[in-house]
């Protein structure tokens, strides 16, 4: 399978990383690339957590102790939630969220 993907082309976030966008419509099938994600998320106790508008708005109401944007995502997520947080991120400790620290 060659995914048919359009390159959007590139731009600098705050902190000076180029970053490259790319848009893809379709499917992919997971089976094709030997991957069984359910089997993955079953055995892994790992949880795949869309975004919400709930979270989106708990994020504008964040405020700025940290500037990642996917970092106050997941706060967010995990505020919304109730969920603890894994991280060795000790900016994340600004925040009322549950955390679990990573060494």
Do not use: C
């Amino acid at each position: 399978m060659v995914p048919d993907v359009e390159f959007g082309g590139t731009k600098k976030n705050p902190w000076g990383d180029e970053k490259a966008g790319f848009s893809f419509n379709g499917k992919i099938n997971l089976k094709d690339w030997g991957l069984n994600w359910n089997a993955a998320l079953e055995t892994s106790g790992v949880l795949a957590l869309p975004v919400t508008v709930r979270h989106a708005l708990q994020v504008a109401a964040l405020p700025l102790h940290h500037r990642d944007p996917f970092d106050r995502l997941l706060i967010a997520q995990a505020q919304t939630e109730g969920l603890h947080l894994l991280t060795a991120d000790r900016q994340m400790a600004a925040y009322d969220v549950a955390l679990t620290w990573a060494n």
